[in-house]
């Protein structure tokens, strides 16, 4: 289930996987948006050991994440046991069936704590709605539009964060959220951003 509104119930904790670190590193603020949620955010093992695998080849996202979870901002969680058998379902099988060792270990222990899962790849997320169909999922692009995120930088830091994601991170959007993010970002600075759709970039204002 997909949620627009997701930050409903601040007691409801954020998994975030390791494509929406990622993310959220590149707008730049990264601190300040976390900061500026009501909720609580969590990212696995898994999905840390990703990022820290990512820095061999020369990427910092590890290094930035770190930080946030030695600043208090972001809480570095293990799988448990009833979280591990969900998580082997998820990797185990068909590769057309299965996830990559982050996502299946975000969307477990989203899953098993009653979390919502920060995911944006699009296998992801259909596969998570076919497990998980009461599963509340939520992407980057839903949490750097949210009002919050607006309210503590402001509409243009937040118009500047979405195309730093978009632009250094290469930022999935899914397609039911792409007309509401032009609003903000503007046609001019969308057609900057490879990552969107053809057809958005060359959207006429």
Same mark, same amino acid.
């Given at each position: 289930m997909s949620s627009s509104s997701f930050l409903t119930d601040t007691r409801v904790k954020l998994v975030a996987d390791a494509s929406v670190i990622i993310n959220l590193n590149a707008t730049a603020c990264a601190a300040a948006i976390i900061r500026a949620v009501p909720n609580s955010f969590v990212v696995t093992e898994n999905a840390c050991t990703e990022l820290e695998m990512g820095a061999r080849n020369g990427h910092h996202d590890y290094r930035k994440l770190v930080e946030l979870i030695a600043a208090g901002l972001i809480e570095r969680v293990r799988l448990g046991a009833v979280d591990a058998a969900i998580y082997e379902s998820l990797i185990d099988g068909s590769a +057309?069936?299965? +996830? $990559? $060792?982050?996502?299946?270990?975000?969307?477990?222990? %989203?899953?098993?704590? %009653?979390?919502?899962? +920060?995911? $944006?790849?699009?296998?992801?997320?259909?596969l998570c709605a076919a497990s998980f169909p009461g599963l509340a999922v939520a992407s980057t692009t839903e949490l750097l539009m949210h009002e919050s995120i607006a309210a503590a930088i402001g509409a243009q830091g937040q118009a500047d964060a979405l195309v730093n994601a978009l632009t250094i991170a290469r930022m999935r959007v899914p397609p039911e959220h792409l007309e509401r993010l032009m609003t903000i970002i503007g046609t001019d600075r969308a057609a900057l951003c490879a990552s969107l759709p053809r057809a958005a970039r060359q959207a006429t204002r």
């Open positions: +057309l069936k299965t +996830l $990559d $060792d982050g996502e299946a270990a975000t969307i477990a222990y %989203a899953h098993r704590n %009653a979390c919502i899962p +920060l995911i $944006d790849e699009r296998k992801a997320r259909t």
